[in-house]
């Protein structure tokens, strides 16, 4: 029996909780779904599949194994020295701005592992020196439905505003970095009362996050229109047409579950973040506020929007979440292990 283990980005998933759809926590709005349909796949293959810490109590040589990281680095040295341990793959989830040690690393983890799937393989946003770029394949950053969330998506009498649903976070690399663009077109927003914002943290000014000159340059007019923190996502955006959906980074290839989430609830996404979005999900499905000038110009685009031109957007994205294009994404995960 092939027998695989997965070192989870935080250790609040061991003891297999990176499985556990009963967790209201972890498992909220279903982000442990890609997860769970890769380990119940693979044990239909007649794999055994669990999280990393069970193979870390093993004494050496104990048992043949097939190891893989999302994104964890503190362990796979120790690993790859046991004969027995066949490193498989290392998935990076986060981008630069967020993980810049991740990048660091590249060199020595295109050595010790086979694969290294990454969201672009150019080196759009980070450096490709020492790095074997043989081993580094596209990731598809995997999402939890493949289609809409109907009760939300049918939610009737929305409002024609523009909602913002993130926590409040500031990068670590300020390179290609949105998180300062996000804050300063939630503030321009304000200006006209266009704006909801919902999240964690943006209360909290002595946290380390709100540490940074776009937060107390704006801090005020945040506070303005923050409505605090949501139990659900999807019923929040719901109530809105239109969704501020920008990336943590500008960098090629980097789509994450937030424009998806925008699919779900049947919202318009106003988006920044890949530069090669358009080759990744059709234009017709979402607002690439790249072509604005100004957060006025985007602003006064939008509203002048009408109805039949709103309802062709949201029946673009769910389109796309059926299509071949928008399935590369809901089984971004499984390709990863039956390679």
Avoid at 52 to 60: G, I, N, V, Y
Avoid at 87 to 113: C, G, N, Q, S
Avoid at 150 to 162: G, H, K, L, N, T
């Amino acid at each position: 029996m092939r027998t695989i283990y997965v070192d989870p980005a935080y250790k609040a998933y061991y003891q297999d909780r990176l499985f556990d759809e009963s967790d209201p926590v972890l498992n909220r709005d279903d982000t442990l779904a890609p997860n769970i349909r890769m380990r119940a796949a693979l044990e239909q293959e007649g794999a055994a599949v669990h999280t990393a810490d069970f193979l870390l109590a093993q004494k050496e040589g104990e048992q043949e194994a097939d190891y893989y990281s999302f994104g964890v680095l503190e362990n796979y040295r120790a690993l790859a020295a046991r004969p027995n341990i066949r490193m498989r793959a290392f998935v990076i989830f986060e981008p630069p701005v967020v993980a810049p040690h991740l990048y660091r690393e590249l060199p020595e983890l295109t050595k010790v592992f086979e694969r290294v799937y990454i969201h672009n393989v150019e080196g759009d946003g980070y450096s490709l020196k020492g790095v074997d770029a043989s081993r580094l394949h596209k990731f598809y950053w995997p999402q939890p439905r493949a289609e809409v969330i109907e009760a939300c998506w049918s939610m009737p009498d929305r409002q024609r505003r523009i909602v913002v649903i993130n926590g409040n976070h500031k990068p670590v690399s300020a390179h290609k970095e949105l998180y300062s663009k996000r804050i300063e077109a939630m503030a321009s927003l304000a200006r006209s009362g266009a704006v909801d914002l919902y999240g964690r943290g943006w209360e909290r000014w002595w946290s380390r996050n709100s540490l940074w000159l776009p937060y107390w340059r704006h801090r005020r007019t945040l506070m303005s229109i923050y409505k605090g923190s949501c139990a659900s996502k999807y019923e929040v955006m719901g109530h809105y047409a239109f969704a501020l959906c920008f990336e943590n980074m500008a960098m090629k290839g980097y789509i994450t579950e937030k424009i998806f989430d925008c699919f779900y609830a049947g919202t318009i996404p106003l988006y920044w973040g890949a530069s090669d979005i358009a080759d990744l999900i059709p234009k017709e499905a979402y607002i690439d506020v790249r072509q604005f000038a100004t957060w006025e110009q985007m602003h006064t685009a939008v509203m002048r929007m009408s109805d039949q031109e709103i309802e062709s957007m949201r029946e673009a994205g769910r389109t796309f979440l059926r299509s071949e294009q928008g399935l590369k994404f809901y089984d971004g995960l499984l390709p990863i292990f039956q390679a």
